[in-house]
T-cell receptor, first 120, second 107 residues
Framework: QVQLVQSGAEVKKPGASVKVSCKAS????????LHWVRQAPGQSLEWMGW????????KYSQKFQGRVTITRDTSATTAYMELSSLRSEDTAVYYC?????????????WGQGTLITVSS | DIQMTQSPSTLSASVGDRVTITCRAS??????LAWYQQKPGTAPKLLIY???RLESGVPSRFSGSGSGTDFTLTISSLQPDDLATYYC?????????FGPGTKVDIK
């Protein structure tokens, strides 16, 4: 069965960076793009960017351009999202999500989420 | 970016009621709209894609309609398991955007 398993919760200080991993299994990794979406406490969902799992091409939200880097390791079937220059407003649950093949643009499988807390 | 709005922000209904949630885009997105259900402490779940197509495994009491800028999600007969927050998402153009959500309570 398809699974996306993310790395565990982290606490970071303002100005630091964080790298979250998303391990995929149960499908051919290179056939599906992976996106990153975050959700601040009590807030809606916010798209951050995506990676073409085959070629490694990326596209980022303008809001995060320059601060976010999304990569993938095909041999490890894992995607990564690194966010730098963290500030308190970056406290959120970060999700990876698989872009659906038959419903391109929407997400049929999600990771369990990773809570990133930014606090001094 | 395309802005998404939803109404109402919260609603309370009884089991068996017909429930309708509205989503509006700031510009035309054709039918490139999805609906998700999110229960507390869990990841969102895809219900509807391309405005009206039911994702596999989703109960048939969920349906979607609309195109252009105005969309609706309908639950034909509300069940206790439907307690959740519902989000619309446009994927017509980058940056992809979500609505603010509609929280559904059971009376």
């Amino acid at each position: 069965q398809v699974q996306l398993v993310q790395s565990g919760a982290e606490v970071k200080k303002p100005g630091a960076s964080v790298k979250v991993s998303c391990k995929a299994s149960g499908y051919t990794f290179t056939n599906y793009a992976l996106h990153w979406v975050r959700q601040a406490p009590g807030q809606s969902l916010e798209w951050m960017g995506w990676v073409n799992s085959d070629k490694g091409h990326t596209k980022y939200s303008q809001k995060f351009q320059g601060r976010v880097t999304i990569t993938r390791d095909t041999s490890a079937t894992t995607a990564y999202m690194e966010l730098s220059s963290l500030r308190s407003e970056d406290t959120a649950v970060y999700y990876c999500a698989r872009e659906c093949a038959h419903c391109s643009g929407s997400y049929d499988y999600w990771g369990q989420g990773t809570l990133i807390t930014v606090s001094s | 970016d395309i802005q998404m709005t939803q109404s109402p922000s919260t609603l309370s209904a009884s089991v068996g009621d017909r429930v309708t949630i509205t989503c509006r885009a700031s510009q035309s997105i054709s039918s490139w709209l999805a609906w998700y259900q999110q229960k507390p402490g869990t990841a969102p779940k895809l219900l509807i894609y391309k405005a009206s197509r039911l994702e596999s495994g989703v109960p048939s009491r969920f349906s979607g309609s609309g195109s252009g800028t105005d969309f609706t999600l309908t639950i034909s007969s509300l069940q206790p398991d439907d307690l959740a927050t519902y989000y619309c998402q446009q994927y017509n153009s980058y940056g992809l955007t979500f609505g603010p959500g509609t929280k559904v309570d059971i009376k």
